[in-house]
């Protein structure tokens, strides 16, 4: 691989991610979120491998690998099965909206159970439980703070980037607004499965920072920070069904009643 | 033995200890308990011998602390304290085999008492500061866990509050001053921060002199900083308050001795001054509070202030002394101050235990409510007398000879000294005069009103006396009290060794503690030995004189008692601790300011006639009340503003984050 078509496939891979963070700022079906972010791991992917292309280093290609496996599929996945879908208006809704059905091991919920295949017995026939309801602040603001954190990324960044210039860390600042917009989605969104999909964007974030102003992250410590990821959208997917159950919704906002 | 070896030792002791505890059948658990904390004690005292005898070698274990590693060293003062300590844990565990049979100690506090004890065992060998910091730290947190074994209780949990928070501000302090001497000599192990301590900057000398003396005054209950302890000492279970008041306060006293006198000193001359004038005013604020409390407990826990203040007072005397080059008195001064803690370690272990077997017999800690204990219990009344008699500083006492050389100190200090030393000694043997006094009055109320007389509740007329190996604990803290009261001569040999380990000691003639007591280069001597004797001799005597006297007197007749006529005596005639203490309530009003309320109600027909008079007098810490109050209050107004920020939105809180790193990255460009 020559050293432009490197830094070209780099740089594609660091702007898709962004771009995809964006995407999640400006989307509110939940669903189509789920989509990008899983566009947003792949990318992630491609940074590691075609980093282990160009210098010839197997071990980043596994990494690579196992990226792709777990933020460009499983994640996104688990995500996906927090999002109710709207096809099946289920019986075991009572009509003011509050779940009222027996089966209370779904709180417990976790894929690789028997239940991984049957249909998601959450559905819902109310669309606000599939999109983001009101934002806190508005989509037009949002995206205006997005583009202001691009900016502010890419001025603090500079030092790092002057420190040793490389394609690499030429495309770190664009890593770092993958961060601040994470931050941004986590700040502004209500629904729990949002705040998933904007802690999966600012953990993207730093995996990406990680691939590209260091020279490859061993592989123990990219399973360990993976790893630690997964468990907390377990954790984050096992909340969401309690609060359905106790809120009736998985609006965010419900839990300042639990305030002293 | 070598270091090493005794430091593996009490490490491996303590450990089983308290897993023996922690996995004993609830049958055992009071003798596994005892038989631990014993243990530990018994280890403590070997090594702290060994330590005095001298050549141990410092053990460093790198990878126990991180990043710094664990330096132990023992010299003859980090012995001496050991020894102590070592020595009333030894009495405490063989008490505490009775103490808990009775249930009043749950597993867990009793597992955490042998570690408590050898974190006490510890601080004083530390040899760096992140070992001290460590094992200081350590025994902070065992013993609040000891404080709050009785939890249940409102004011254990108080008192818990008050010791956690003052523990903690006092240990910031010592950090803090101890950090910043580190920082400034750069290094951080004790032998290298004494060799570059003389090449520091006057006011970091002085700034690092100001914090840990704050932060090791908390420790020991120095008058401001005192306020945890009076709380404290008298919730904990009686062993633990026995542990605390003779063995952990002495530890404040050791992080002065070493870190300001040694590795610091010698400073200017107001570093003397400053403990002196803060000793004082411990000392004399501790014994006034003593006189007038009703809580034996908290009386004993203000005495343990007042004996600390004492101390303080010896120790600014032979810094100030030794500044002003004196070095013949300043060793007085200095063998005064660690007699008495020596004393003070015995005959307050003493007390502790013998107030802890009343509590554990009637439940009542309220001399008010006490009364008649001495036929019902004889070997804690003889207990308590001992201790009594320690604490307040008369002949036979084994508070005595530290107070007296203390004394001779100041007096024979005034010919040598400039005018600052000409005016501070008179007044210093003004106070520590005072002091004496008024313990007397305290130690005579706690032991007459409390034991003698006849008994003014019930629970004090069922006592009964407590088991075996309660009183064979107390009989061994007494038996070290009779000791160190007739015979200071025991400490002769550790103290000789002591001595030239400390500025005020070195390279002068050392007074000799033999039969004779014998201060070189100062005229005084005195024998407590001859003296007891003597009182002996003379108790013997008139003793002798009453029986011959009694063979020529008539046969005695068994009649009523004469009561002014006003009916039999009852034993709501008596005085109570109130009452005794009333007069001296009256004459330092200004300083205690208690709360009295009078209510006089009248017969509504006959408006001249009293049919009932209400009085009540409620006596607070003056210095709690009116320093602590605004402090508290400030910080609570400040945590209620600061609660406005948590309003309980999961977005509010990530957005405080978000915005923390924004502005940590812009910061960082």
């Given at each position: ?80 099965r927090l999002v109710p879908t709207i096809v099946r208006p289920a019986a075991d809704w009572t009509d003011s909206g509050r779940y009222a059905g027996s089966d209370l091991d779904l709180d417990l919920d976790v894929p690789g159970s028997g239940s991984a295949m049957r249909p998601e017995p959450h559905a819902h026939d109310d669309p606000e439980e599939t999109r983001e309801p009101t934002p806190l602040v508005s989509t037009t603001v949002s995206l205006l703070l997005t583009a202001a954190l691009t900016a502010l990324a890419y001025a603090v960044s500079r030092p790092l980037v002057t420190l040793d210039p490389s394609p690499a860390t030429h495309a770190a600042p664009a890593a770092l607004a993958v961060i601040l917009i994470g931050l941004l989605v986590l700040t502004t969104r209500r629904r729990a499965v949002s705040q998933v999909i904007g802690f999966l964007t600012l953990d993207n974030g730093i995996a990406a920072l990680a691939f590209l102003l260091t020279s490859g992250v061993p592989l123990v410590v990219e399973l360990g920070a993976s790893l630690d990821l997964l468990l907390a959208v377990l954790v984050v997917a096992a909340l969401t069904g309690r609060m359905r159950v106790k809120f009736g919704g998985t609006d965010l ?8 | ?669």
């Open positions: 691989m020559t050293t432009a078509a490197y830094t070209d496939l780099l740089h594609l891979a660091a702007g898709l991610q962004l771009l995809c963070a964006v995407g999640a700022v400006w989307r509110r079906q939940l669903g189509p979120s789920v989509r990008l972010l899983s566009a947003q791991g792949t990318a992630l992917a491609a940074i590691p491998f075609v980093s282990g292309l160009y210098r010839h280093e197997g071990h980043l290609v596994g990494v690579a690998l196992a990226v792709l496996v777990l933020r460009g599929g499983m994640l996104p996945w688990l995500v996906s906002g419900e839990l300042q009643e639990l305030h002293e | 033995m070598s270091g090493p070896v005794l430091a593996a030792v009490l490490a491996a002791v303590t450990v089983l200890a308290c897993l023996a505890v922690l996995a004993a059948p609830s049958r055992a658990l009071p003798s596994v308990a005892g038989a631990g904390a014993g243990v530990v004690g018994a280890v403590g005292v070997v090594y702290g011998v060994a330590a005095i005898s001298g050549g141990l070698a410092p053990v460093s274990v790198g990878w126990l602390v991180p990043l710094a590693g664990l330096r132990l060293a023992a010299d003859a003062t980090s012995g001496l304290f050991m020894v102590v300590t070592g020595a009333v844990g030894v009495v405490v565990g063989i008490y505490t085999a009775g103490y808990a049979a009775h249930g009043h100690m749950g597993r867990t506090p009793l597992s955490v008492l042998p570690l408590f004890l050898a974190c006490m065992l510890g601080v004083p060998l530390a040899d760096s500061v992140t070992t001290f910091l460590f094992l200081w730290e350590l025994m902070a947190l065992s013993s609040l866990l000891l404080v709050l074994a009785e939890a249940r209780r409102r004011e254990v949990r108080d008192a818990g509050v008050w010791c956690a928070a003052m523990t903690h501000l006092g240990f910031v302090a010592v950090l803090v001053g101890l950090v910043v001497f580190a920082a400034a000599a750069g290094a951080e192990g004790f032998p290298e921060l004494s060799a570059s301590a003389a090449s520091l900057s006057p006011a970091t000398r002085s700034a690092v002199f100001l914090l840990t003396v704050a932060g090791f005054g908390s420790k020991a209950g120095l008058v401001p900083l005192h306020a945890w302890l009076p709380r404290a000492h008298p919730e904990a279970p009686g062993p633990v308050s026995a542990l605390m008041s003779a063995a952990m306060v002495n530890l404040g006293i050791y992080g002065i001795l070493r870190v300001d006198v040694t590795l610091l000193g010698p400073g200017p001359r107001w570093w003397g001054l400053a403990l002196l004038a803060a000793g004082a005013v411990t000392a004399v604020y501790g014994v006034l509070q003593a006189a007038v409390a009703t809580d034996l407990k908290r009386l004993l826990a203000y005495s343990t202030s007042e004996n600390m203040g004492l101390i303080c007072v010896a120790l600014g005397t032979a810094m100030l002394l030794t500044a002003s080059g004196i070095p013949a008195v300043a060793a007085v001064a200095m063998t005064a101050a660690l007699v008495h803690l020596v004393g003070h370690a015995a005959f307050k272990s003493l007390g502790f235990l013998a107030a802890g077997a009343v509590a554990a017999a009637t439940g009542l800690r309220d001399l008010d409510a006490f009364g008649g204990l001495a036929p019902r219990m004889p070997t804690t009344t003889a207990a308590f007398g001992i201790a009594a008699l320690g604490a307040s500083g008369l002949p036979l006492g084994c508070g005595f000879v530290g107070e007296w050389l203390l004394l001779q100190s100041l007096v024979h200090a005034l010919p040598a000294g400039g005018t600052m030393v000409a005016l501070v000694m008179p007044l210093t043997v003004g106070v520590v005069a005072l002091t004496t006094g008024l313990g007397t009055a305290a130690m005579v109320k706690a032991f007459g009103v409390g034991f003698l007389a006849r008994p003014r509740s019930a629970e004090a007329e069922r006592a009964s006396e407590v088991g075996r190996a309660m009183a064979v604990g107390m009989g061994l803290a007494a038996l070290a009290c009779g000791v160190l009261a007739v015979a200071p001569a025991v400490l002769a040999p550790a103290l000789s060794r002591v001595l030239p380990e400390l500025p005020a000691g070195a390279g002068t003639p050392q007074p000799r503690l033999g039969a004779l007591l014998r201060l070189p280069g100062v005229g005084g001597s005195m024998s407590p030995a001859l003296l007891a004797l003597g009182v002996a001799a003379g108790v013997l005597l008139a003793f002798g004189a009453t029986q011959w006297r009694a063979r020529r007197r008539p046969a005695p007749r068994t009649a009523e008692l004469w009561a002014c006529g006003g009916g039999a005596l009852t034993a709501r005639m008596q005085y109570t601790a109130t009452s005794f203490a009333e007069p001296l309530q009256r004459v330092f009003d200004g300083v205690l300011r208690p709360d009295v309320e009078l209510a006089v109600t009248h017969y509504s027909q006959a408006p001249y006639l009293v049919a009932k008079v209400t009085y009540r007098s409620r006596l607070r810490d003056t210095v709690e009340t009116s320093l602590y109050t605004p402090v508290i209050r400030a910080v609570a107004a400040a945590a209620r503003i600061a609660r406005r920020a948590h309003m309980g939105s999961i977005h509010a809180y990530l957005a405080y984050g978000a915005a923390g790193l924004i502005v940590a990255l812009l910061v960082a460009r």
